[in-house]
């Protein structure tokens, strides 16, 4: 190999060495870089939790070095948010980033929801789609913190007592995730001023506890093709299976979903609202009593913090409002993304059901009335109510099992047809039951011997019935 060869050969072997070098540096740099600003956050974290009071000893962990006027995590307004630069935001994101791709985060990050309510539904809420990148939220809500609302609320603390919701919300958000925006209103929605809280907003999450604001909200987003979801009763249930995402057209038995529902019909506005609901018939409890010293004061709508809010307490199982603000920020996050849940309704299928189980019973009281009738007393939420809830969906005869062709009918055909008095049989049961009938009318004992289903099916069977009539006097409790 002559010179000049040889001298080429060093030459490369010289660039690739200072080529590894450079390149070892700079992955060093940034491995140094990363190191120093983990080790800053997590001092910042220590400090928080330093202020905050804690039954372990993080200090030992803490810097002496660090000065204890250095802002902390426990005050972010004070914070530069240099520390938190996008690289790290991408860090804390990454699983988000995995499931929603660039595309779909860019816009989440882009988002802007206002969340009206922040007690047990709307702080969940709140609280997961700050975590999940949502960076510009509006928080409204007129109502402070009490001793009982840290059953559920999800960033109240025993400190916070006699504080506004929102600023407790407002401080947990921007701790956990430091580039969000916080509009925190101690406010009420009102619809005379509708606009001025809901301008530029992507998504409005209804989480109101007043009947007639919630229907005002909704309308008012309804009318100005404004996006909005809406939470439903999560009070004085406990069945977390029966918790459902659907449209406001097809909830089927909750008290709260119905009179918002019926309210919103005679607005013009029967769909395209999707909600947070539970199917289940709300348990043997009761709203809790105001003191006797309260309703000595005056009239009760009186004690309310504003006129036409709630004074009474319903009891509430702190986990299920939660699940509820836990929906409602997956549903919100899915549609920001770009990844909408197709198909929401579980409980669409049974709708069909329930139509037939009333156009059935519609046709039967035609018959038994002897001329057309364009309604009866009962409602599709309430054919859902007797045959799901009530029944169970078995016949109401031993050995009570699923019938194959379900029907409903009155139980005593003297009798009006009331929720009480409207029972599930299998299609040959009622055929058998409505011949009883009538050979009764035709009978000379009709003139002087009362109908009597029990005649029929005996006892037993009446008795079932009488405790099932109890259990629709207890719901009918709830929605009067």
């Not at 804690?54 to 307004?77: H, W």
């Not at 991408?90 to 699983?95: F, T």
């Not at 840290?150 to 407002?170: I, M, Q, S, W, Y």
């Not at 609202?273 to 003191?291: C, F, H, N």
């Amino acid at each position: 190999m002559d010179n000049s060869r040889v001298h080429q050969v060093q030459l490369i072997a010289t660039a690739l060495a200072a080529s590894a070098a450079t390149a070892g540096i700079i992955a060093s740099y940034n491995a140094y870089t990363r190191r120093a600003k983990r080790k800053d956050l997590n001092e910042e974290v220590l400090r928080s939790i330093q202020s905050k009071g804690s039954n372990f000893n993080f200090q030992k962990l803490l810097d002496p070095r660090l000065s204890q006027n250095e802002p902390s995590i426990s005050n972010p307004s004070t914070h530069t948010g240099n520390i938190y630069d996008e690289e790290l935001v991408r860090e804390q994101l990454a699983r988000n980033y995995a499931f929603f791709g660039e595309e779909g985060m860019k816009k989440i990050r882009s988002g802007t929801v206002i969340v009206i309510g922040c007690g047990g539904v709307g702080s969940w809420a709140a609280v997961m789609l700050a975590r999940s990148g949502v960076s510009k939220i509006r928080l409204v809500d007129f109502d402070y913190v009490t001793l009982s609302s840290l059953n559920r609320h999800a960033t109240a603390l025993l400190e916070d007592v006699g504080t506004p919701k929102v600023k407790c919300v407002e401080r947990t958000l921007k701790s956990v995730a430091k580039w969000v925006e916080v509009d925190a209103r101690v406010d009420v929605w009102r619809k005379e001023k509708g606009g001025d809280l809901l301008e530029g907003v992507d998504w409005v999450i209804d989480a109101i506890d007043n009947i007639q604001t919630k229907v005002d909200l909704l309308k008012y987003c309804s009318d100005n093709s404004i996006k909005v979801f809406a939470s439903m009763g999560a009070g004085a249930k406990c069945d977390p299976t029966r918790v459902q995402i659907s449209d406001i057209s097809y909830t089927i038995y909750d008290p709260l979903a119905r009179s918002v529902r019926r309210r919103l019909r005679l607005l013009g506005v029967s769909s395209g609202i999707p909600v947070v609901y539970s199917t289940e018939v709300p348990g043997d409890v009761k709203l809790l009593p105001l003191d006797e010293e309260e309703f000595k004061k005056g009239p009760v709508k009186e004690l309310g913090v504003f006129d036409d809010f709630r004074v009474r307490i319903l009891p509430v199982l702190g986990p299920l409002p939660s699940i509820f603000g836990l929906h409602i920020a997956t549903y919100i996050l899915c549609e920001l993304a770009g990844k909408p849940i197709m198909n929401p309704l579980p409980i669409k299928g049974r709708r069909k059901l329930y139509e037939r189980l009333w156009k059935d019973l519609l046709h039967r009281e035609e018959k038994l009335s002897g001329h057309t009738l364009n309604r009866i007393p009962l409602d599709e939420d309430d054919i859902a109510l007797i045959f799901e809830d009530i029944h169970r969906g078995r016949s109401v005869l031993p050995p009570h099992a699923v019938p194959t062709k379900p029907v409903l009918v009155r139980w005593d055909l003297s009798r009006p047809l009331t929720l009480e008095n409207c029972v599930v049989m299998e299609e040959k049961d009622m055929v058998k039951h409505m011949k009883a009938w009538h050979e009764w009318l035709e009978s000379i004992d009709s003139k002087v011997t009362p109908f009597s289903p029990a005649g029929i099916w005996g006892s037993e069977v009446e008795v079932v019935v009488a405790q099932r009539a109890r259990e629709i006097k207890k719901v009918q409790e709830w929605i009067d």
